[in-house]
Structures are given as C-alpha cells and as structure tokens.
C-alpha cells in the first residue's frame, strides 16, 4: 500500500470483529430459499419462452455505462462505484444490466443469430444510493431482453411475462402496472424543447435538483417528488400532444395486446423511467400502497441503443426487476416457499469401528436421496442426541460397539421418542419407507455427454 492508500484506508478502519459495509448485506441461508425460489421461477418461465441465460462482466469499462444511460442521470451522475484500474483504466461495477447485455450482443455479432435475440439473467448490481428500506448498495436483479425486432406486441408479451413471474410468486395483485410512451427519439426532441419553454422563466419555484435537470434532463422534472414541482409538472405539455402518428399508433397498439391478454394497466403520462435510452413504451411495476418509492422493476422499449453503442441500428425491449424488494414484499405477505434444507437423518455413533461404518452408510444414504448429517466428532451418545435434537431430524441412527458387533443399527423416532433395531444392511430401505419416495432430494443434475 501505498502511504497515500494507507492513509486512506485508515480513515474509514474499523477493529474487530468487521461488519459489512454501509447498504450491503450478507444474504443468510433462510434468505437464499427465497433467492432460490425466485431464481426456479425465474429460469422456468423465461426458457418455456425460449429466452437463453446470459451473465456479463461485474464491472465494464465506465464508457459502456455512461454512453448508454446517460451522462446527465442520477446512475451516472452519483450512483457508480467507479475505480481506475492499475493501468489507470476507468472501469465500473455494473449499476444495471441492459447496457452491459447490448454491448455483448455487439462484441458477440449477435444480429448474425436468428432475430429477435432473447436474453435473460439474474445477477447482483451495484448503485452508491442512499441505504434505505428497499435501497441497498448491492442488490440483485433479474431480467429480460428481446433484441432485434420491433413490433407492440413484443412490448406487450415482455410486460405479460413479468406479471406472470409476479403472479407464480403470488405477489401480483400488490402491484398495479404503470404504462406511459415517451416517443420516438425525434418525438423527445420536440416534447424537451416544449418542456424546456414552458419552464424558463418558472425555475424559482423549482427545487435545486430540477433547477440542475432543466438543462441536463428535463424529463426528470416530471417525476419529481417536491410539492412545488408536482404542481408545475401537472400544468406542463404533456408527451401525448407530441407523439408522431407512428409513435401514437405504436401505443396504442402496445394497449390493444394488453387488453387481449387481460393485463390491466395504469396509463401514467408522467412516467419517464430515469435512464435515456428508452423510447416509445416504458412501464413500471409500482407497489399500490407506497406507488414509485417502493416499485419492483420497470422497463421498456430502446430503440436507439444498440446504435448509440457502435453496433447497427437495431430495436429491443426489456425488464429488470429487483429480487430484494421481492423478498420484502413476499414476507410482509407471509408468502413461505419450500425449505429444502431440512434433514432427514442424523448419524451418531460410539467407537472407531463404528465410525468407519457410518462413513460408508452416510454416503450411501445420501446418494438415495436421505438427507443426512453424522457426528463425526468425539463427543458422547448424549451429547450426540442432544445436537440431533437441536438440528430437527426426524430420525437419528445410533451405532456403538454392540450394534457393529450384532450387524445392527438403532433406529430413533424423535418425535415420539421411540426406538426400534434393524438389521445395519436394511436401514435405508428401512428410512425410506418412514421416509417417503417422494421426500428423497435426488441428486439429478442431468447427465454429462462425453
Ligand atoms: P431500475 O432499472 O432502476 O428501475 O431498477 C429496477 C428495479 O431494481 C427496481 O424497481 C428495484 O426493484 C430494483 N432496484 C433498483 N435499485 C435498487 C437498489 N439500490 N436497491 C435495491 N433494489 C434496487
């Protein structure tokens, strides 16, 4: 280190023990079941779909991020973790993924591949936000995109998709769906002027952000939260007086397939989404209590970024959603997914010749699917049963001197405290019976070709 970087570091140091930095957090096993069940969902739906999983880097030259959602957006502005690298490289941890996916797609010669390309991941993201409920500094994300067609009706089956992933998580009716169009990029151009006309003049009523986003994003001033600015944004022109006829027919379409697939929406003219490579349809999931604050995922159309970004003109659509405010929000509806950490069986056992034994019945246990656990360490058959009791098992094998010498096992039901002793050789059938087939975890994660 150098004493510059030392000093640094000593700045923030703290002594042990060491917690994990300010808005980012461990995720602990009971919270992985979650994650587990959202990832299931996730993967199911998006491949019956025909969508392919891909992961892009962690961190991507900063350019890739700030080309594409745009110099003048909170992300870019004061959101990134952004660091030189040893060869003074400017790179980014990745705030989103769509930028991160487009420049695959690029660097991958995808438009070669039959189009629309249809892509899905799941991955953590990192935004320097201020921490709050729902708000962290790593979060995860899963998400869809249809690169290389452009048609309304893919805008309508990337938004019946993701309420169809909130509804086999049991959590759609918490949202109501936020739907506006902010045009073409030549439609933008002309509403921006619009806006941009209609506040000068008006920029002392105007918050300090927005006062700084009338000439950076005028967009934004319209889903801004202060009191003042909500009253001017009501009066300012709206979007829909400036869509071209196409743009204009293009939504309407957007809605015609929505209603065919009975999804209901909330037309929302204020809804710009906060990055600037959208055009045309942008759509948000928001929580119908706490509306914006508290919204799942958001999404839309981008036409214009495959361009922006080196690659041939070429439109696209997508969605991303945040998998901790899922979680949240699961929770506070007591939605519970399957555990399947449980276990089946404790071994314990007495002596070193029962020991080798139990070393190859675990295993053998557990490659028909018994979920097991030994004591392989010293302690006494009491000590054992009292871990037994504190892990749950249903059942725990008990193997000391006399059984390995009889070719038995004991077999303890600990619900009811019963004992029974079996032949050793006929314990599994025996535990699979008590059990149950259909209990067995299987280890099946299909098999390898050579
Ligand atoms: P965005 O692309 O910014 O609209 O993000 C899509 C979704 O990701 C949001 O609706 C949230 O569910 C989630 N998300 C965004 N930022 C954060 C964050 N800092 N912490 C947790 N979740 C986030």
Known sequence: MTDTTQAQASKFSLSPPYRTPKGVHD?????????????????????????????????????????????????????????????????????????????????????????????????????YDRPQRGRYRQFWQFGFEIIGELDPALDAQIIFLANKINEDLGIEKLFKIQLNTIGSLEDRKNYIRALKDYYYGKERSLCEHCKDRLEKNPLRLLDCKNEDCTILAELAPKMTDYLSKESTEYYRDVKEYLAELEIEYVENPKLVRGLDYYTNTVFEFWDAKDGAQNAIGGGGRYDGLVEIMG??????????????????????????????????????????????????????????????????????????????????????????????????????????????????????????????EENLDKYSPGEIIY
């Not at 961190?59 to 991020?65: G, N, R, S």
């Not at 089946?344 to 675990?362: D, N, R, S, T």
């Not at 028909?368 to 009791?389: E, F, N, P, V, Y």
């Open 27 to 127: 995720i602990l096993p009971q919270d992985h079941e979650y994650h587990t069940y959202i990832k299931k969902v996730v993967r199911h739906r998006l491949r019956q779909a025909g969508f392919k999983r891909i992961s892009t880097p962690i961190f991507e030259y900063t350019d890739v991020f700030a080309r594409s959602i745009g110099d003048a957006t909170d992300i870019v502005e004061k959101e990134m973790y952004t660091f030189l690298d040893k060869k003074g490289r400017s790179l980014t941890l990745r705030p989103e993924n769509t930028a991160g996916v487009v420049r695959s797609y690029i660097q991958h010669s995808m438009q070669q591949l039959a189009q629309p390309v249809e892509l899905y991941y799941i991955e953590p993201f990192f935004r």
């Open 311 to 436: 690659g041939q003109a070429t439109p696209a659509v997508g969605y991303a959603a945040g998998i901790e405010r899922i979680i949240a929000h699961m929770k506070r509806e007591k939605i519970r997914v399957p555990s399947k950490d449980n276990i089946h069986v404790f071994v314990a056992q007495l002596g070193k010749e029962a020991k080798k034994k139990c070393l190859k019945l675990i295993d053998e246990m557990r490659e028909t699917g018994l979920k097991t656990i030994g004591a392989l360490g010293k302690g006494s058959m009491k000590k054992q049963l009292k871990l037994a009791d504190k892990f749950n098992v249903p059942y725990t094998l008990i193997l000391g001197i006399t059984e390995v010498r009889e070719g038995t096992i004991i077999i303890r039901d600990m619900e009811k405290g019963s004992q029974e002793i079996v032949k050793f050789d006929q314990v599994i059938d025996e535990l699979i019976n008590k059990i149950g």
